[in-house]
């Protein structure tokens, strides 16, 4: 047999010398180009907006710089909008898929970067209903009209370090210019791969109060989870959410939790650390789901996790767990959502007012008995009873009436 | 003592001499100064005479018209960031009834359009009379001189040092271009006469229609706005009168273009891609623009 005429032995000979040489050369990484297909050639150019059907301002133009700094920005264009080829772009071959893998590879595998797993928690969960898929620019509006929120919703492509944040990450690596810059030159460098490694080193991405605003943003909107329908597991039928459900975020806020964070102390305990703090922190379930960090059963190990409750697993502490996290009874009844029923009954204020009862009458009572039949004096400003030893033993000076009669005497 | 005072007969002749020269000079003044003279576009929309096709055609746009509210506040956020919408302190008359991003319908180039609006006045390209030279310079909408002739920015050509390869590949895209408007939201408009064209909002002309407008019922609208469109072209000039000739429609480097942002300008990539479209529903692949 030969190969291009060539002998077989000859031919191998020639092959292992070329897989020899080419192992042998030092094999340069391939260059990233953050735009290998040229999408910025247009969408960089500022201005490239017009208004649509429904009215809803529509721009084209991204902020190169900030696209090159944020989260995405070693994402090409086409990772997420895979189809668009040609122009104008077809609206359906820009949807974006959040779950499809992308060419930026996971450096410590080696493998496609994917929110594959996240995508797949944040379906089964509570929000599982928004959208995570078939995204463009041009449906944010029929988005909007929906109560779930989608993945954009929450996670716009923002900057590693967001502006409030840059002062203290400028003044913790004042030096990256001479140090990491001596080695690793460029802006987008600097605000690429020195913004996501060094992010860490001044805290997660995200503190407490940043995830409680990313749940207020829908959950302390009264009016849109008004709107809300939640499944009935009895009947199976959907039905609107009750005051307690929308005034969730307003509980919150009255808890020790909520007035810690409030006044930035971490140690309160933020919307996802009780109801979703393992996994990818997407995994909100139904407090009736067995699953759920919220269910009954799991409440204990839930109060206890890292750093918290301890305590909470103790069998002696069972009762701690019960303590109600959003109660409607701490809201002021002034709150237009708050009921003003008979539901009212069952609060723990009603019950307290029910124990006092009988001392509030007593001594409500007979103050008013003696303010309508009690001795009344002149010039006696203090009470009869224990008046004049309350003066000569606590303040120390004779009572006006012994005074009066020492006088008169002497 | 009481004097009388006289006037000798020549200081006389001098003062009649000195008034007479006095008025003419006002007169002069009155007649060569760019001030008083009305806009070409208001002038010749008071002259134009609209034909009943014309009418018929903007009866049916007026009937069939619906009113746009626009939506910016939606509660899902747009994934990109973008820029805000840009507003300035004087704004065309066009804009009376024209969104601030006119161009919608076109799907090809309305947002290649409506980026052209930032800093060109519509009547650069809608307004383009015949036998009247009409010169474009740069007029300012916004700032302290707004609705006044600005000067353009003085061209520099900046040497741009090559830098070492790593440096080159990474911080290259984020080289901003110096930019040709010699202020945020001057827009290159056209002057006759040195007078500008167009109208703000607030001229009295301006303040007239729009209050006609509102007393007018359908048939009055429709000969209203076929008036105020006689003198304009629906269609804007092409691409190529600005980015492909030799000698464009506009003097760049009038208006203080470099060599370097001429040569920008009329080798633009985009508008040599926007020239391969030969239908109207065409769709060209993108590696063509590359």
Same mark, same amino acid.
């Not at chain 1, 080695?183 to 001044?202: D, P, T």
């Given at each position: 047999m030969s190969l291009f005429g060539i002998s077989t032995n000859l031919s191998c000979i020639l092959l292992m010398f070329v897989a020899l040489v080419s192992l042998s050369l030092p094999s340069e990484a391939a260059e990233r180009h953050p735009d290998p297909d040229g999408c910025f050639s247009c969408h960089a150019l500022e201005g490239l907006e017009y208004i649509d059907k429904a009215g809803v301002l529509r721009s084209a133009s991204i902020d190169k710089q900030h696209y090159y700094s944020a989260?995405?920005?070693?994402?090409?264009?086409?990772?997420? /909008?895979?189809k668009i080829r040609d122009y104008p772009h077809k609206v359906k071959n820009g949807e974006v898929d959040c779950g499809a893998s992308c060419h930026v590879e996971e450096p410590s595998e080696g493998e496609p970067y994917t929110h594959k797993a996240v995508v797949k928690e944040y379906e089964k969960s509570v929000h599982g209903e928004g959208w995570s898929k078939g995204l463009t620019g041009g449906n944010r509006l029929k988005e909007a009209e929906g109560v779930d929120p989608s993945c954009r919703m929450c996670h716009p492509n923002e900057l590693y370090i967001g502006e409030d944040e840059l002062p203290k990450f400028k003044a913790?690596? *004042?030096?990256?210019?001479?140090?990491?810059?001596?080695? /690793?030159?460029?802006?987008?460098?600097?605000?690429?791969?020195?913004?996501?490694?060094?992010?860490?080193?001044?805290?997660?991405?995200?503190?407490?109060?940043?995830?409680?605003k990313m749940c207020n943003d829908c959950h302390a909107d009264h009016k849109r989870m008004a709107e809300v329908e939640l499944e009935n597991k009895?009947?199976?039928?959907?039905?609107?959410?009750?005051?307690?459900?929308?005034?969730?975020? *307003?509980?919150?806020?009255?808890?020790?939790?909520?007035?810690?964070?409030?006044?930035?102390?971490?140690?309160?305990?933020?919307?996802?650390?009780?109801?979703?703090?393992?996994?990818?922190?997407?995994?909100?379930?139904? *407090?009736?789901?067995?699953?759920?960090?919220?269910?009954? *059963?799991?409440?204990?190990?839930?109060?206890?996790?890292?750093?918290c409750h301890g305590y909470a697993t103790n069998p002696l502490n069972h009762r701690f767990v019960k303590t109600d996290l959003h109660d409607i009874d701490m809201i002021p009844a002034v709150n237009d959502i708050a009921p003003r029923d008979s539901s009212r009954l069952e609060s723990n204020w009603v019950k307290a007012l029910i124990a006092l009862l009988p001392?509030?009458?007593?001594?409500?009572?007979?103050?008013?008995?003696?303010?309508?039949?009690?001795?009344?004096?002149?010039?006696?400003?203090?009470?009869?009873?224990?008046g004049d030893a309350f003066q000569e033993k606590m303040i120390g000076r004779k009572p006006k009436g012994k005074a009066k009669k020492r006088g008169k005497q002497g | 003592?009481?004097?009388?005072?006289?006037?000798?007969?020549?200081?006389?002749?001098?003062?009649?001499?000195?008034?007479?020269?006095?008025?003419?000079?006002?007169?002069?003044?009155?007649?060569v100064s760019p001030v008083m003279a009305k806009p070409l576009y208001q002038e010749q929309v008071e002259q134009s005479e609209v034909s009943d096709k014309a009418l018929k055609k903007s009866l049916k746009q007026v009937k069939e018209h619906k009113e746009i509210k626009v939506v910016d506040d939606l509660s899902v956020?747009?994934?990109?960031?973008?820029?805000?919408?840009?507003?300035?302190?004087?704004?065309?008359?066009?804009?009376?009834?024209?969104?601030?991003?006119?161009?919608?319908?076109?799907?090809?180039?309305?947002?290649?359009?409506?980026?052209?609006?930032?800093?060109?006045?519509?009547?650069?390209?809608?307004?383009?009379?015949?036998?009247?030279?009409?010169?474009?310079?740069?007029?300012?909408?916004?700032?302290?001189?707004?609705?006044?002739?600005?000067?353009?920015?003085?061209?520099?050509?900046v040497s741009v040092e090559t830098p070492a390869k790593s440096e080159r590949k990474h911080t290259a895209q984020f080289k901003k271009r110096e930019p040709l408007a010699p202020q945020p939201g001057a827009?290159?408009?056209?002057?006759?006469?040195?007078?500008?064209?167009?109208?703000?909002?607030?001229?009295?002309?301006?303040?007239?229609?729009?209050?006609?407008?509102?007393?007018?019922?359908?048939?009055q609208r429709a000969e209203i706005k076929a008036q105020l469109h006689a003198p304009l072209k629906k269609k804007g000039a092409a691409c190529k009168e600005c980015h492909g000739k030799r000698t464009p429609m506009i003097d760049f480097?009038?208006?203080?273009?470099?060599?370097?942002?001429l040569k920008a300008i009329q080798n633009n990539i985009v508008a040599r891609f926007f020239e391969r479209f030969k239908k109207e529903d065409e769709r060209i692949r993108i590696d063509k623009l590359l």
């Open positions: 989260l995405h920005g070693s994402v090409p264009c086409k990772d997420c /909008h895979r913790s690596f *004042d030096h990256i210019d001479t140090e990491c810059g001596s080695c /690793h030159q460029g802006e987008v460098w600097l605000g690429q791969f020195g913004g996501h490694i060094l992010r860490r080193f001044i805290g997660s991405r995200w503190n407490k109060n940043d995830h409680n009895k009947s199976g039928e959907k039905e609107k959410v009750g005051p307690r459900f929308i005034l969730a975020s *307003d509980s919150y806020a009255t808890t020790l939790h909520g007035r810690l964070l409030e006044t930035n102390v971490m140690e309160g305990a933020s919307c996802i650390d009780c109801h979703a703090p393992k996994g990818f922190r997407h995994g909100i379930l139904p *407090d009736e789901e067995e699953k759920a960090a919220t269910h009954l *059963d799991n409440l204990a190990e839930t109060c206890a996790q890292s750093g001392i509030i009458v007593i001594l409500g009572g007979g103050t008013l008995l003696w303010r309508i039949f009690g001795e009344k004096k002149k010039g006696v400003t203090f009470s009869v009873l224990g | 003592m009481n004097k009388k005072c006289r006037v000798h007969p020549s200081h006389g002749h001098k003062r009649h001499a000195l008034l007479m020269i006095c008025l003419f000079a006002f007169a002069l003044t009155l007649f956020p747009p994934f990109h960031k973008r820029a805000v919408l840009q507003t300035t302190k004087k704004q065309p008359f066009c804009m009376t009834c024209h969104l601030s991003l006119p161009h919608r319908k076109n799907e090809r180039s309305r947002t290649f359009m409506n980026m052209h609006s930032r800093y060109i006045a519509c009547e650069t390209c809608h307004f383009i009379p015949k036998g009247a030279a009409l010169e474009y310079r740069w007029l300012a909408y916004d700032g302290v001189d707004a609705g006044k002739l600005i000067a353009p920015r003085r061209a520099v050509e827009r290159i408009s056209p002057f006759y006469n040195d007078v500008p064209v167009l109208l703000f909002k607030e001229t009295p002309f301006a303040k007239d229609i729009e209050k006609k407008w509102e007393d007018a019922d359908e048939t480097e009038r208006l203080g273009a470099s060599a370097t942002q």
